[in-house]
């Protein structure tokens, strides 16, 4: 009677996403720990999986690895097949689908998927671990999560869901204010989540392309 | 126990290269992988307290003279978190066909989509629309392969077919049944005596009916909450109450190639 091998560890980490006008900001902490041991304090939760679509995941940082070498070399083969890139919406259905097939040995991944969708407009979408997503206008999955989407559902929640017609999902925000908003929400998330800290990689999607910018948080 | 994992394959165009590489991917995901461990229900019950996939809801559903009329909340919930409250748990199977989605999302959005697909391949297959029934039934049966496994899945398929309004309920144990009245799905709390249910109301009557019944079970249950959207069904067209369709954008169109 030992402890069984078990499968899973949770690395810890916040990501968030919002989604505007004509951008997309995803971020990210870039510490990873395990139980209360930090193995280091510069590890990327980010990947850039098309030229408009990026993957931020938080959990079990293995498991995530897998995943984004599973969605890339999907994504590589559908270049072959169609001589183009894969659309932010058409990424989300591959990304569903890819978590779904290991429903029963499930990826323990908590991921959102930021970029823009083929109008332009800034896209994000949100998942569970075993796939189940939806379109949203801002996101956030990991350990920080709980302390930070009540922030967020504070200043970019749509005034109404109940209006008709509904109102757009994307902030009204500018680049610059998300981008602050998202700086601010770490920081706060640093103080009380444990698993939270050390540097907050920030990407930037646009029409211009992608921008990453660090910045340093607490490293207590 | 032979699972029916045709739900699973790939749809791979037809190249007629052999292309290494494509096989091994359509191989590769042809089914589900399992978890090598000597307790695999143990095991799914720490894999899913852990994960905690979304899950919670009321919807309900009830046929009329106008048609169908269908009706949920929007919250999911993960444990004791609120990850959602704007889920569409009403999904469109195909334009005459909707379904509800009850227990784990996932599994709802996955197997609904699979279905869409499976009514597409049988309309391009016989020339004709499938019936409510028969789309029913094709879901039940490849839930009924996956008994036991730990699928949760209490869904109601409602659509218009040639013999008028369909609405039946099927769920991950391989239960289904058709319902000729009034039904209703939650996970806690119920809404008898909301209203009166009466065969021949108008649409705005079966709507308010609808939204009511989601709205008292609502404000009871902690695990349904959001947003009560009511679709109503008839004859090939969906006309929202609440949300709008937002049409998604078409990447590609098939033609249809003049045969000459």
Known sequence: ???????????????????????????????????????TRDYSKICQLADKSVLASSGFQADVKALQKNLSAKHLIYQHQHNKQMSCPAMAQLLSNTLYYKRFFPYYAFNVLGGLDSEGKGCVFTYDAVGSYERVGYSTQGTGSTLIIPVLDNQLKSPSPLLLPAKDAVTPLSEGEAVDLVKDVFASATERDIYTGDQVEIVIINASGIKREYVQLRRD | MKLDTSGLNSIVPFSGTDDGLEENIHLAVSSFQLPRTTDFDGFQKKAVEMVKPAKGTTTLAFIFKEGVIVSADSRASM????????????????????????????????????????????????????????ASKLLANILYSYRGMGLSIGTMIAGW????????????????????????????????????????????EAAELARRAIYHATFRDGASGGVASALWDDVGELHYKYYPVVPSPVEQEMVEIPVS
């Open chain 1, 1 to 39: 009677m030992g402890s069984r091998f078990n499968p899973y560890d949770n690395n810890g980490g916040t990501c968030v996403a919002i989604a505007g006008v004509d951008y997309c900001v995803v971020a990210a902490d870039t510490r990873m720990s395990t139980g209360y041991s930090i193995l």
């Open chain 2, 79 to 134: 444990g004791g978190y609120i990850s959602s409250q704007s889920v569409k748990k009403i999904i469109e199977i195909n334009p005459y066909m909707l379904g509800t989605m009850a227990g784990g999302a996932a599994d709802c959005q996955f197997w609904h989509r699979n279905l869409g697909i499976k009514c597409r391949l049988h309309e391009l297959a016989n020339k004709r629309r499938i019936s409510v029934t028969g």
């Open chain 2, 161 to 204: 077919d040639e013999t008028g309004p369909g609405l039946y309920y099927v769920d991950a144990e391989g239960g289904g049944l058709k319902v000729k009245g009034f039904l209703w799905i939650r996970i806690t709390v119920r809404i008898w005596g909301v209203g009166q249910y009466r065969y021949d109301m108008t649409i705005e």
